[in-house]
């Protein structure tokens, strides 16, 4: 059976590597925006102007996501932990 320490680096693993992909997805929009949209606009058959909202509303779902699924956890076993 799995202790609590090791769900406790699992969790924190977890909250490192998606807070990684976020800041990557977020730096990539924000730097390269023209290219980003120009390419997504073409492979999903969006229109352009739509992307810039559907890119917020990405990485806010994304950001709650992490939030709930990997940080808020990871606290929890943090403060049973001590």
Known sequence: M????ELTTFFGWCTVINIGIYLFSAFFIIV??????NLHSK??????SDLPNMY???LGNY???????NLSPYIALKVMGS
């Open 2 to 5: 799995i202790s609590a320490n």
């Open 32 to 37: 390269f925006k023209r290219f980003t949209i």
């Open 63 to 69: 950001k709650i996501a992490i939030l709930l699924l």
């Open 56 to 58: 917020f509303a990405f």
């Open 43 to 48: 492979i999903v058959g969006v229109e352009a």
